[in-house]
Nanobody, 122 residues
Framework: QVQLVESGGGLVQAGGSLRLSCAASGRTFSRYAMGWFRQAPGRDREFVAAISWNSFALYADSVKGRFTISRDNAKNTVYLQMGSLKSEDTAVYYC????????????????WGQGTQVTVSS
């Protein structure tokens, strides 16, 4: 069983930056592929970024060049550094664990955090 706890969300002006964190429980975190998803009001949850166990990364086209996913296995934590934020980045951001990382896609795993709200004001 893995528990995921996100933090770092908040209100930021357009063009600003935020860093989200996802702390994971469990001794095998370093073996998991991890992902970030987001869900805006009235919309389906969508993929944002993923990172393999050995730190290969994938990004949605909408965030490529603006967001960076990383992990610190010693701290059982995955990060999402978000920059050049836009109003359309406003959403609840969810951490996902133990997914399947492929070269061009990420299949979500069974573990989800509770979500953290990111609001970008224009």
């Amino acid at each position: 069983q893995v528990q995921l706890v996100e933090s770092g969300g908040g209100l930021v002006q357009a063009g600003g930056s935020l860093r989200l964190s996802c702390a994971a429980s469990g001794r095998t975190f370093s073996r998991y592929a991890m992902g970030w998803f987001r869900q805006a009001p009235g919309r389906d949850r969508e993929f944002v970024a993923a990172i393999s166990w050995n730190s290969f990364a994938l990004y949605a086209d909408s965030v490529k060049g603006r967001f960076t996913i990383s992990r610190d296995n010693a701290k059982n934590t995955v990060y999402l550094q978000m920059g050049s934020l836009k109003s359309e980045d406003t959403a609840v951001y969810y951490c996902n664990g133990d997914g399947e990382y492929r070269s061009t896609s990420y299949l979500q795993g069974n573990y989800w955090g509770q979500g953290t709200q990111v609001t970008v004001s224009s």
